[in-house]
């Protein structure tokens, strides 16, 4: 877990500038729901291409929404985010089960579920024979750009892991 972000668990969010992808959503094809601003659907398994997409699809309708600008590097900020969690449950979690996004202030809420009960752990760089490792930034590069970080356990089994990246 973050040093920095301790926190039990996540808030849930049925605002407007939501996306939520779902393991029993319907066909893999991007939905957009015009009425409301700064929420788009896709649909699991999800990629980080997709999550990616999801993120700014709602930031730009949000801003649209809102008249207000959003900055380009907390944009990019947030998609880093999504993309880092969309990976992390794919290659550690037994894949993606659920995806949120919430354009709301602070920032953008990125919330990614997955199958493992396991908590997200940062690596040593190097192995044991001082050789660099690959991979293993991920997580640290989320508890650096998030401003608040929270997992919480699924009564289902699995995690969700909810990330608030600031937008200014």
Do not use: Q, Y
Request: hydrophobic share 35%; glycine share 8%.
């Amino acid at each position: 877990m973050c040093r920095e972000h301790r926190t039990p668990s996540a808030p849930e969010s049925s605002a407007p500038g939501t996306a939520r992808v779902t393991s029993d959503s319907p066909p893999p094809t991007a939905l957009r729901e015009p009425s409301t601003a700064g929420r788009c659907r896709l649909h699991c398994p999800c990629k980080p291409a997709e999550a990616r997409r999801a993120v700014e699809r709602a930031v730009a309708d949000r801003c649209r929404a809102t008249g207000i600008s959003c900055d380009r590097e907390s944009v990019a900020d947030a998609l880093l985010v999504a993309s880092e969690l969309t990976t992390n449950a794919i290659l550690h979690g037994g894949g993606v089960t659920d995806f949120r996004v919430d354009v709301e202030e602070p920032g953008v809420r990125v919330s990614v579920s997955d199958r493992s009960d396991a908590l997200p752990v940062t690596g040593e760089p190097v192995d044991p024979h001082g050789r660099r490792r690959v991979g293993g930034h991920g997580w640290p590069i989320v508890c650096r750009l998030a401003h608040d970080v929270r997992i919480t356990g699924l009564a289902s089994g699995g995690k969700c892991i909810t990330a608030v990246v600031p937008l200014s």
